[in-house]
């Protein structure tokens, strides 16, 4: 190209340059980089073709492509006297390929408008999709009222983007009204009427609409599978992906992340061996899937593998890999982590990296990189402060837990359920009966959140451990739900501890009613009429156990 160039410019400075708008065509669609295109540019201007609506409508195009903004490509256009329709048509849709932000794209249709260019079947379909993809319904409605002004409501592009528009933003009833009253349709026009029933979870008149069309593509055999996978149909969703006359990544990454999602490791697993191209999406299901079903192990060594195999892992891959290393909560491990991911290319500013980051530190016991972390955070949220407090009450550190919840409620964040939980476990595992006690009245009191069977399982706890076993069963009953198995269990661990057989009996009966086949109960209550030296109750629980076919869980050494 730069050869081609040097002849034209060597020949200009013999002779008036020709106006041809063919050979910088040619040039133009050799172009690779921003700099060809900068050259081109030099000559199309040299050679006074700044009007020439085919070479600039390719210009824009090609300057999108190269280019992260759309400033050059304007001011491109911006040279044009009178943009016809078409060259508006190469604006709009650049700004939608760039992802423009909605009110530049917007801005640029009003221009178009206002500029006197009349709107054609070819302008609507990218300004709807830019409302789309920023859930801009209000506005989608507007761009429909314009398009029907113009008479293209009726043009197949026209009607399918706005069948899009519509079903993914839960306007599903006017997304009905433009498929029905279509005159002609397409596959992608059933296609997106799916997507959208899908989308709103209404799977029984997607699949009727699925089975009616004349025709299917993979985006739609795909989207059904999703939508069974989505309502936890998973015969129904695998059911479609054997019947798939072809299949894509997209088709197995459903399948193995609803198998994950369902606890079928093996299912998921087995699927992903089955792919012949394996994508990041498809390793992160796979491994996320892992870590949300409790197998750290397993999601590691499809890492080491996916590492193994050169494929390069994104955020969200390290992200799960990061949570797996908290359930294991291995303090080297954790480093190794840390010291991977802090090479690699991912963004650590993002909330969730950090959170993830956090959460993995504070599990492994590195308070020291987590307290770091911690103060580095720019705005710290409910999460950053519950993470850090778990992991000071996890690793002993109790009234550190504490000053730290206190901390969090000077800076006004709003607390939820989960941060009372977290703070009610600290103060138990730290014996802070009275900070645990003020914590628990004021969830109503102060902030209007009824205390839930864990927070007075938690609460319970505290007074257990204290020797206030009286108090705690009292709070027991006068709970406003059933209190679930671990208040109770908490309470008769107490009635061991301090040798109460009476009460002790009391609360084994209610666990045996909620857990029957439980023989920690059974061996507690045991060894509590042992030590009260009652040897035919003692003997009546064992009976109990053999009745009931109960089995003690046998005891084991690390040694």
């Known amino acids: 190209m730069r050869s081609i160039l040097h002849h034209q410019q060597h020949s200009s400075s013999s002779s008036p340059p020709p106006r041809s708008s063919a050979t910088i065509l040619t040039l133009l669609k050799a172009c690779k980089t921003i700099h060809h295109l900068h050259q081109v540019h030099a000559s199309i201007v ?3 073709l700044e009007q020439d609506h085919s070479l600039v409508s390719l210009f824009i195009s090609l300057s999108t492509t190269f280019s992260a903004t759309i400033s050059y490509s304007t001011t491109v256009f911006d040279r044009v006297l009178s943009p ?6 190469s604006l709009v849709r650049a700004h939608c390929s760039k992802r423009i932000s909605f009110s530049d794209t917007l801005l640029a249709f009003i221009r178009m408008k206002a500029h006197g ?11 709807i999709k830019a409302c789309c993809g920023m859930g801009k319904v209000w506005e989608g409605k507007m761009v429909h009222g314009s398009a029907l002004r113009c008479g293209v409501d009726g043009d197949v592009f026209v009607g399918t983007s706005l069948i899009d528009l519509y079903g993914k933003c839960g306007e599903i009833g006017d997304a009905d009204k433009v498929f029905d009253g279509m005159p002609v349709r397409n596959v992608v026009s059933y296609t997106a009427m799916v997507v959208g029933y ?6 029984a008149r997607a699949k009727k609409l699925f089975d009616e069309m004349p025709q299917r593509n993979v985006v739609a055999w795909n989207a059904m599978m999703q939508g069974f996978v989505k309502a936890g149909d998973l015969r129904s969703a695998r059911g479609v992906f054997d019947a798939m006359p072809e299949k894509n990544v997209v088709s197995f990454t459903t399948m193995i992340d609803g198998y994950a999602k369902s606890g079928d490791m093996a299912a998921s697993r087995f699927l992903f061996e089955q792919m012949k191209e394996k994508d990041i999406v498809a390793w992160s299901a796979l491994i996320s899937g892992y870590v949300q079903n409790g197998q750290p192990n397993q999601a590691l060594k499809v890492f080491l593998q996916m590492e193994s195999e050169n494929v390069k892992p994104d955020e969200f891959i390290l992200v799960s890999l990061m949570s797996a290393c908290s359930q294991l909560g291995n303090l080297e491990l954790s480093q190794w982590v840390d010291s991977y991911v802090s090479k ?10 950090i959170a993830a980051l956090l959460d993995m530190n504070t599990k492994c016991g590195n308070m020291e990189k ?45 607390l939820d359920e989960a941060a009372f939980t977290i703070i009610l476990t600290a103060c138990s595992h730290a014996g802070l009966v009275d900070e645990g006690w003020n914590y628990f009245q004021s969830m109503k009191q102060k902030y209007s959140i009824d205390p839930s069977p864990d927070h007075y399982a938690c609460m319970v706890d505290i007074l257990s451990r204290s020797g206030q076993i009286n108090d705690a069963y009292e709070l027991i009953k006068s709970m406003h739900v059933e209190p679930h198995a671990g208040a109770w269990g908490a309470l008769l661990g107490a009635c061991k501890l301090y040798g109460d057989s009476e009460l002790g009996e009391i609360v084994a009966n209610r666990l045996f009613e909620l857990e029957p086949q439980n023989g920690a109960n059974y061996v507690l209550l045991s060894d509590i009429y042992a030590a009260a030296e009652r040897w035919v109750d003692v003997a009546l629980v064992r009976s109990k156990m053999r009745e009931r076919r109960v089995r003690k869980i046998p005891g084991c050494s690390k040694i």
């Open 198 to 203: 899908v989308s709103v979870g209404d799977v």
């Open 117 to 127: 260019s009349v709107p054609d079947r070819y302008t609507y379909p990218s300004v």
């Open 84 to 89: 016809t329709t078409f060259l508006w048509n």
């Open 370 to 414: 987590a307290s770091k972390l911690f103060e580095e955070i720019p705005k710290r949220d409910l999460v950053a402060y519950c993470s850090m407090i778990q992991g000071l009450s996890i690793h002993g550190c109790g009234k550190e837990a504490v000053n730290l919840f206190e901390r969090m409620l000077m800076e006004g964040l709003i």
């Open 46 to 48: 040299h050679r006074g």
């Open 344 to 353: 690699s290319s991912i963004d650590l500013q993002q909330d969730h990296v």
